[in-house]
T-cell receptor, first 112, second 114 residues
């Protein structure tokens, strides 16, 4: 089945130690999204790629970066994680305008 | 500003009872609306969508929603709850000026009692 796959499912890192989360898709969608979801809250959009065009949300901290080397893969880099960055990070894809997004199962990030 | 409001952060029903989860939106353009379900430690799964056309939309797992423009509502219903419906439900609208960015409501956690 065509899917959005996030690795790892659980990630533990130390305060201030850079961490990278990955997302891959077999749907061949041209849009990829990264969301942050804290406990019992709605997903919050961090940024998205439309093809290679990067679009940052205005309130996304500079600590968060992203890379999309090709259509299938997208990475979320957190340069210096703080305790407040502990959350579930969701990757999603989309193709045609106004059509539903397809979500991966997320990576739960813990900060020690 | 555009927004989505879900009334009730927690809803509890008995197995076999009607499920009603409320969603109201604000939008200055015709809205594109979605309901997603999230099970613990999983991503979001699409239940149903409203884009244009028929205002009563049927989705997966027996859920349906009705778009009411006059009430700016898109409530989610299911005639008979099942234990497996226990999850968190999110209503979302496509952000104005974008072609797919979503604004989510805060979610409603549905509990189903045996």
């Amino acid at each position: 089945d065509a899917m959005v796959i996030q690795n790892p499912r659980y990630q533990v890192t130390q305060f201030g130690k850079p961490v990278t989360l990955s997302c891959s898709q077999t749907l061949n969608h041209n849009v990829m999204y990264w969301y942050q979801q804290k406990s019992s809250q709605a997903p919050k959009l961090l940024f998205h790629y439309y093809d290679k065009d990067f679009n940052n949300e205005a309130d996304t901290p500079d600590n968060f970066q992203s890379r999309r080397p090709n259509t299938s893969f997208c990475f979320l880099d957190i340069r210096s994680p703080g305790l407040g960055d502990a959350a579930m990070y969701l990757c999603a894809t989309g193709d045609r305008a106004y059509q539903p997004q397809h979500f991966g199962d997320g990576t739960r990030l813990s900060i020690l | 500003a555009q927004s989505v409001t879900q009334l009730g952060s927690h809803v509890s029903v008995s197995e076999g009872a009607l499920v009603l989860l409320r969603c109201n939106y604000s939008s200055s353009v015709p809205p594109y609306l979605f309901w997603y379900v999230q099970y613990p430690n999983q991503g979001l799964q699409l239940l149903l969508k409203y884009t244009t056309g028929a205002t009563l939309v049927k989705g997966i797992n027996g859920f349906e929603a009705e778009f009411k423009k006059s009430e700016t509502s898109f409530h989610l219903t299911k005639p008979s709850a099942h234990m497996s419906d226990a999850a968190e439900y999110f209503c979302a609208v496509v952000r104005e000026g974008s072609q797919g960015n979503l604004i989510f409501g805060k979610g409603t956690k549905l509990s189903v009692k045996p």
